[in-house]
């Protein structure tokens, strides 16, 4: 569990710190902060594409070596970038074939990084029985959300002596590296007989990640997921404009991409907030302090305000989203580090109540054997928000400030609104 909980937590660690980093490399190169934004859009596509495919072939391959798969994808993805980002800074690239370059290198990480996380998922659920599953479970949930919190923090220390701005690529490929060595030399192989299919995960681009919990199998069956079960002959399928869940993919949708754009936006807006795009080396450490700040709002909203509530989906979507309108204004208004890491942290918390709510309620909507078609929607939506929405933000920044605010604003309160109008109470 420890080294399967290291794959999970070094991933998601690598790709927040090169989150704190980005906004300043881009500014050193002297490019638009909206071409940055789109090395992420390309890398989220190919996720949303493959992560499924890699899933399948998960139950025909083996888990250890889709695992292995997943993590070369994140060392390969990193070390490149890190070179060609090292290169461009040095002026032997062209800042344009720099972010060119970059996005080419970043798809190692969407095409095979995706692989790892469904794997390792299946991977506990087959090899733990029914007592023990949802625990295991949910401690490898926990090692992303974990992630996202030690990325920033540790981005500011990784600028290296020698290495700038690129020290978090280059150390994360050496920790890629060690995880990669541990887990072919101390991890048992794996027998693939069982369809243990494991869920989908959004792609760990920010501090929203948001890994599904997931429950207890109710048939008792030691070797599958919830919702891996193959469909029945002649099963209908689950349409995206199905009356039960349409709303609730309604607000994922386009909550999502009011969170997009947030996170797309913060590391660029404190560079210029805090003075910083004349030495944006300076800019790393504001920046992975603001997101940690988000990512640990968005944990305590997931592992302490939902369960201790014990909120439903409707609630904790409308509160979710309300919590979300009202961070976002220190955050436009905000003229220090203060002001704006407490209104990013209010505003990830009422994400972190958000992503749950909609996804649960989605889930609640459809019977059981409709279940697998429901989380694959649902993580379709979630990977869709990630496309476009971080580019857009960064887009409508470089133009208005206040139009972006006020788009994201109002995506919010049309989630709000459809809880109050759309959605069934949580005790029907």
């Not at 506990?124 to 949802?134: E, K, L, M, Q």
């Not at 997931?214 to 199905?242: F, I, M, N, T």
Request: glycine share 12%; with cysteine; charged share 10%.
């Amino acid at each position: 569990m420890a080294l399967l909980f290291a794959v999970m937590l070094v991933t998601a660690a690598g790709n927040t710190a090169m989150q704190s980093v980005m906004p300043s490399i881009g500014t050193r190169l002297g490019i638009a902060d909206v071409w940055v934004s789109l090395a992420y859009s390309w890398s989220a596509l190919l996720w949303v594409i493959m992560a499924p495919y890699w899933a399948r072939r998960s139950d025909r391959r083996g888990r250890k070596a889709m695992m292995a798969l997943g993590v070369v994808g994140f060392i390969t993805s990193f070390a490149l970038g890190g070179a060609i980002l090292h290169y461009g800074l040095e002026g032997v690239f062209g800042a344009g074939m720099t972010m060119v370059l970059f996005a080419l290198a970043r798809s190692f990480y969407g095409g095979f990084g995706s692989a790892a996380p469904p794997a390792v998922q299946a991977y506990v659920a087959s090899r733990t029985g029914r007592a023990d599953r949802t625990k295991a479970l949910s401690l490898v949930a926990s090692s992303f959300g974990l992630g996202t919190v030690l990325g920033p923090a540790l981005a500011p220390l990784l600028i290296l002596p020698g290495l700038g701005l690129v020290g978090p690529f280059a150390m994360f490929a050496l920790f890629g590296v060690i995880v990669l060595i541990l887990l072919r030399t101390r991890l048992p192989d794996d027998d693939p007989r069982f369809a243990g299919r494991g869920e989908v995960m959004s792609a760990p681009f920010s501090a929203s990640s948001n890994p599904r919990m997931v429950e207890d199998h109710p048939d008792g069956s030691p070797d599958e997921l919830p919702g891996a079960e193959p469909q029945h002959q002649g099963a209908d399928r689950l349409r995206w404009a199905d009356r039960r869940i349409r709303p609730w993919l309604l607000a994922g949708l386009i909550g999502g991409h009011a969170q997009a754009m947030l996170l797309g936006v913060i590391g660029f807006l404190l560079l210029d907030r805090l003075g910083l795009r004349g030495d944006p080396d300076a800019g790393a450490g504001p920046v992975g302090l603001v997101l940690m700040a988000g990512a640990f709002a968005t944990l305590l909203a997931q592992w302490g305000l939902i369960p201790m509530l014990r909120l439903g989906p409707r609630t904790s979507t409308l509160w979710g989203m309300g919590l979300a309108v009202i961070g976002t204004i220190p955050v436009a208004l905000g003229t220090n580090l203060h002001s704006i890491a407490v209104g990013f942290a209010i505003a990830s918390m009422g994400y972190g109540l958000f992503r749950p709510g909609f996804t649960s309620g989605a889930s609640l909507a459809v019977s059981p054997r409709e279940q697998g078609q429901s989380a694959g929607i649902v993580v379709a939506v979630n990977g869709a928000a990630y496309i476009v929405a971080p580019a857009l933000g960064v887009w409508l920044y470089s133009h208005s400030q206040w139009l972006v605010w006020g788009v994201m604003e109002a995506l919010a309160l049309i989630v709000v609104a459809l809880c109050l109008f759309a959605m069934q109470k949580d005790a029907e």
